[in-house]
């Protein structure tokens, strides 16, 4: 991270601790629900099947940077299938760093070439070794490997939703995180029981058991783009939510936190590690500020 970029966080972040704001830092862009796949987990891919042209995209950019919003995430759908009037997925990263966001970072399940070094990360979505991904995601494993290692950039952080189908292969991700050329680190969530998925969610005693697997692969060396200091909120769902420093941009609609806020009873049943993270940095947590520090600082 540069120096600039640091400092401008450090002081939104105080001045949010101590003032009690809630301007936006973390802003989303959803390009897309169009995908290649059919997870099944996921409750959002394909339902219209529209990719939002460019215009609209760029002023939603231009709308979050005037908001405040400095770290942007661009997803899907699949984000790599985005393509409007001559542009595509790097034009839309190179576009946003231009107008000044700090942090430019893109979400993808891995199927497409990952020709993308202007990015800062490329968050890839791995469910597991290779039979419990290819059981959630198809048979796709083997294609996002051999992406990986041709990949443009060392800017590659894995990304698994940990469920019911999966919660046996956080040792196989994280070798692989640690292992695997190109790749940064790996970010957890657990799953977040949408009501088409709900079977797919962990008691409180599986999330335990994860976030102890995690912290022994911690301990053994494996890069982990998680907060342990917020484990223990994230076992019992007691951080608070929304988080008002992330919004969703989506066809023009802007959400506070995600786009499915509005489902009763989610959020307090969200599995997103990244909002437990923020909204208990963003009251003054001592701990997790000082782990974020650290954690940021070495990954990005």
């Not at 908001?67 to 190179?94: A, H, P």
Request: glycine share 6%; aromatic share 10%.
């Amino acid at each position: 991270m540069k120096l600039s970029s640091f400092v401008y966080f450090a002081g939104f972040g105080i001045k949010t601790v101590l003032l009690r704001r809630q301007t936006p830092i973390l802003g989303t862009i959803i390009l897309t629900d169009r995908c290649n796949l059919k997870c099944r987990h996921c409750s959002v891919n394909n339902i219209t099947g529209v990719i939002h042209p460019y215009r609209s995209i760029r002023e939603e950019m231009v709308q979050l940077y005037r908001m405040g919003v400095r770290i942007l995430f661009f997803c899907g759908g699949e984000t790599f299938l985005w393509q409007d009037g001559g542009k595509n997925l790097r034009s839309l990263v190179t576009e946003a760093k231009e107008l000044g966001f700090l942090l430019v970072n893109v979400v993808t399940n891995g199927t497409l070439p990952l020709n993308l070094p202007e990015a800062d990360l490329i968050l890839l979505s791995l469910d597991g070794d290779r039979e419990r991904h290819n059981m959630i995601r198809g048979d796709t494993y083997d294609l996002i490997l051999e992406n990986i290692q041709n990949a443009a950039r060392d800017n590659i952080c894995l990304y698994m939703a940990i469920n019911q189908l999966n919660k046996e292969a956080i040792y196989d991700v994280c070798r692989m995180a640690r292992d695997v050329p190109n790749v940064r680190a790996v970010s957890f969530n657990f799953h977040t029981p949408y009501p088409d998925t709900a079977e797919l969610a962990l008691s409180r005693e599986e999330k335990a058991a994860c976030c102890a697997a995690i912290t022994r692969m911690m301990e053994q060396g494996a890069p982990v783009f998680n907060l342990k200091s917020a484990f223990p909120y994230l076992i019992d769902n007691r951080f608070p939510t929304p988080c008002r420093q992330c919004v969703v941009m989506e066809n023009g609609t802007l959400s506070i936190c995600g786009r499915c806020i509005h489902e009763p009873g989610l959020c307090q049943q969200c599995g997103y590690f990244f909002v437990a993270e923020y909204t208990l940095l963003f009251r003054g947590n001592i701990k997790i500020i000082r782990e974020m520090l650290r954690t940021y600082l070495k990954y990005i």
